[in-house]
Nanobody, 126 residues
């Protein structure tokens, strides 16, 4: 069982920035592909960004392309989501997920992921 902990959420004005972090205090993330998804009340979990376990390959949802950046530091066992130019529609609970799969075609699908964190709230005021 891989325990994931998200942090960095909060309240920010539209146009502002936040950096989310996903850590696994008791497990190495080196072999896992990691993604960020977000969810609002009554809606399905929506893909945001993913980074392959190879540390190089990344993919983004169209809605965040050019504004968000996913990165990882395997030495520190942490994955980041840098969010810039935030919009009100980015408001959601953000979750990180981990999977041993590395096929990029699968990484934007929620059921690919075996482990999830508890989520961190991001609220963007307009």
């Amino acid at each position: 069982q891989v325990q994931l902990l998200e942090s960095g959420g909060g309240l920010v004005q539209a146009g502002g920035s936040l950096r989310l972090a996903c850590a696994a205090p008791q497990h190495s993330l080196r072999d896992y592909s990691i993604a960020w998804f977000r969810q609002t009340l009554g809606k399905d979990r929506e893909f945001v960004a993913a980074i392959n376990r190879n540390e190089v390959s990344v993919t983004y949802a169209e809605s965040v392309e050019g504004r968000f950046t996913i990165s990882r530091d395997n030495a520190k066992n942490i994955v980041f989501l840098e969010m810039n130019s935030l919009k009100a529609e980015d408001t959601a609970v953000y979750y990180c997920g981990a999977t041993l799969r590395f096929d990029m075609r699968l990484l934007d699908i929620a059921r690919t992921y075996d482990y999830w964190g508890q989520g961190t709230q991001v609220t963007v005021s307009s």
